[in-house]
């Protein structure tokens, strides 16, 4: 049998110039969010787990159907589970927003009113560009789940925050009155694309994931988002396969999830396709397995809660809990 550690630090691996695997932080996030795992892998196999689970929390797991794998928390040879970790160069490439940024210019994909930026009085010049558009954000470009991100008006920049992101070359654009999020993942193995689906992403304003909604296949998902928000994502489907294959053209080889939203101007909706690619598993992989134990249902939802707002809904019998105790973060589902 495989053994696998769950490498969500794998971030900070590409582009951390301080990154410890044994750091605190590493092990932190990891401990935190191992139990995904649990959640999406099917093969039988066994985990270099960094945290203890009670057998009544693996039992429950197992009576909703989910895979639990042998525990060998000292497991010297191990796959990593999370990240791709083929060659690094090509997955810092895939996993920078500077390259979703190009290609969205470069396509008609995205970012058509950014600017990559390296200094204060480039972004002051891109900024007298749009001289009525008021709120702002700028991003480092390895950033993930909103960190990194920085919003301010154009009429009271703190010009010693923004310089402390332009330290590096950094994103700018305005901020868009967003409706809702999607990630659509690629499954791809043997150079081919094996699989498409779309779930919604529950984001906080900051942009950190709350969790989301899926459905079992990609048409019953946009049935799902039109009798929602009144919104075809026939032509998102379209464009993200377009991406995938340009992402795979620059060396993708598995998992590609593209990140795009659902804007409002003018009182219309419109598409903004192509946000950030993440190059690796996601949490989308957890919203797509549930729903595909579900599948005669509309949809599910999945929620991440921070443990001292997740009083009301512990309470609630129709949502059940996916996180294990001790967790700083809850995470439930519930089927429609």
Excluded at 33 to 52: A, G, T, W
Excluded at 297 to 320: C, F, M, Q, T, Y
Aim: hydrophobic share 40%; glycine share 6%; charged share 25%.
């Amino acid at each position: 049998m495989k053994t696998y550690k769950v490498d969500l630090d794998y971030e900070s691996s590409l582009f951390d110039p301080v990154y410890s695997a044994d750091s605190s932080a590493s092990k932190r996030i990891i401990r935190e969010f191992e139990y995904v795992f649990f959640l999406i892998e099917k093969e039988k196999c066994i985990l270099k787990n960094f945290k203890d689970y009670e057998k009544k929390y693996l039992e429950h797991l197992k009576t909703l159907g989910f895979s639990i794998p042998d525990f060998n928390p000292h497991a010297q040879k191990f796959n990593f589970w999370w990240g791709s970790h083929h060659d690094f160069k090509t997955e810092q490439l895939l996993n920078s927003k500077i390259t979703s940024a190009k290609l969205g210019l470069e396509f008609g994909w995205g970012f058509h009113e950014g600017a990559i930026v390296s200094s204060l009085d480039e972004l002051k010049i891109h900024l007298q560009k749009f001289p009525f558009k008021e709120n702002w954000i700028i991003k480092r470009p390895h950033s993930f789940s909103g960190i990194g991100h920085y919003h301010f008006q154009q009429q009271a920049l703190n010009e010693s925050a923004i310089e402390k992101i332009l330290s590096s070359p950094a994103l700018l654009e305005p901020v868009y009155e967003r409706i809702f999020d999607i990630g659509t993942t690629f499954v791809i193995e043997n150079k081919k694309i094996q699989r498409q689906f779309m779930v919604e992403n529950f984001n906080s304003q900051a942009g950190g994931f709350l969790g989301g909604a899926g459905s079992e296949n990609v048409d019953k998902f946009k049935k799902y988002i039109l009798e929602r928000y009144s919104f075809d994502l026939s032509e998102l489907e379209d464009v993200t396969l377009k991406i995938a294959k340009k992402y795979m053209e620059l060396g993708a080889i598995s998992n590609v999830q593209i990140d795009s939203f659902i804007y409002k101007d003018n009182g219309q909706l419109k598409l903004y396709p192509l946000v950030e690619v993440n190059y690796r598993k996601t949490m989308g992989l957890v919203i797509q397995s549930l729903a595909d134990k579900f599948q005669h249902k509309s949809h599910i939802e999945w929620k991440v809660l921070a443990a001292k707002n997740s009083g009301a809904i512990d309470e609630n019998p129709d949502w059940i809990k996916l996180s294990p105790a001790g967790n700083h973060f809850h995470s439930y589902f519930k089927i429609f």
